[in-house]
């Protein structure tokens, strides 16, 4: 299964911590993206990431949040000092091309963070 | 404006019934509209789209229905399955764009 791969599948953090959470793409996928869910919520965009570029992180919170996908390995979002209000599952997806108007983009199974 | 309204947030069905659920959004320049289905613990799934070209798309027991005019869509699905419980979203996207706006989900539960 090629899918879009993430882990930690789940993780805990005390308040203060760092979480880092890892997204393969799909093979031959080069956009990804990471959504957030909170509880009872629908998905919001968080941040569109090129190899190497970050293409729109308008969806990121200004501060302690930050994502990269360098040009080997893994995309890696990561958040710092985590606060109780960061639990949630963060989904990666990724695409062929540019998503929109068909292009479609496929989730990974998410990483649920929980701050205690 | 860039809000897509889906409801109801939850909705019991009979086996072998039909659900509806239902989205509108303002932005017109939205012309790609997928509907995700999630199980819990798992990632959205797309189950199928739509583009404003068409009025209706059909795969399967899932029906997607458009309407330009009300800026509505919405999914049927047919022969409802215990199976089918899950959470589904509705989402819009533009040309050229690459977000993807979700609605807040509709939990279906489907009984035997």
């Known amino acids: 299964n090629a899918g879009v791969m993430q882990n930690p599948r789940h993780l805990v953090r005390r308040r203060g911590q760092e979480a880092r959470l890892r997204c393969s793409p799909m093979?031959?996928?080069?956009?990804v993206y990471w959504y957030r869910q909170l509880p009872e919520e629908g998905l919001k965009f968080m941040v569109y990431?090129?190899?190497?570029?970050?293409?729109?992180e308008s969806g990121m919170p200004k501060e302690r949040f930050s994502a990269e996908f360098p040009k080997e390995g893994p995309s890696i979002l990561r958040i710092q000092q985590v606060v109780r209000g960061d639990s949630a599952a963060y989904f990666c997806a990724s695409s062929l091309s540019i998503s929109g108007t068909g292009n479609t983009i496929y989730f990974g199974e998410g990483s649920w963070l929980t701050v205690v | 404006q860039q809000q897509v309204k889906q409801s109801p947030q939850s909705l019991i069905v009979q086996k072998g019934g039909i659900s509806i659920i239902n989205c509108a959004y303002e932005?017109?320049?939205?012309?790609?509209f997928p509907w995700y289905q999630q199980f819990p613990g798992k990632g959205p799934a797309l189950l199928i789209a739509i583009r404003p070209d068409v009025s209706e798309k059909k795969e399967g027991r899932f029906t997607i229905s458009f309407n330009k005019s009300a800026k509505q869509f919405s999914l049927h699905i047919m022969d409802s399955q215990p199976g089918d419980s899950a959470t589904y979203f509705c989402a819009a996207s533009a040309s050229g764009t690459y977000k993807y706006i979700f609605g807040t989900g509709t939990r279906l539960k489907v009984l035997a």
């Open positions: 093979k031959g996928h080069s956009h």
């Open positions: 990431l090129q190899k190497e570029n970050i293409i729109d």
């Open positions: 932005n017109t320049a939205f012309d790609y």
